[in-house]
């Protein structure tokens, strides 16, 4: 079974970066048969209401929302079995908790982690 545990949030000014991380700690699957992905869910929104943020495929091809794109990177390492969000120029409405999500290819249940709160604020 996945497990998923983030790391790398925090509070920052407008502006400023944050590099978040999610480590597969089971260690019991092949990090290459999923597609890795980051959500956020807005202040206010229900777990029904996240958005997806960027996601990234076994290959190393990366997807971002219009929302982020050249601001965030998203990278992995399946050797690790992790997956890295790289946020710069973080705006207030950045300010989100961001998930950790783990979808194997082909059938089968996404896995998620507990996410991790980032604020964007002055």
């Known amino acids: 079974q996945v497990q998923l545990e983030e790391s790398g949030g925090g509070s920052v000014q407008p502006g400023g970066s944050l590099r978040l991380s999610c480590q597969e700690t089971?260690?019991?699957?092949?990090?290459?048969?999923?597609?890795m992905a980051w959500y956020r869910q807005l202040p206010g929104k229900s777990a029904s209401e996240q958005d997806l943020v960027a996601n990234i495929t076994s290959s190393g091809r990366p997807s971002y929302a219009d929302f982020v794109k050249g601001r965030f990177t998203i990278s992995r390492d399946n050797r690790k079995g992790s997956v890295y969000l790289q946020m710069d120029n973080l705006e207030p409405e950045d300010t989100a908790v961001y998930f950790c999500?783990?979808?194997?290819?082909?059938?089968?249940?996404?896995?998620w982690g507990r996410g991790t709160q980032v604020t964007v604020s002055s």
């Open positions: 089971s260690h019991r699957v092949i990090p290459a048969h999923y597609i």
């Open positions: 999500n783990f979808q194997p290819l082909g059938s089968g249940f996404p896995a």
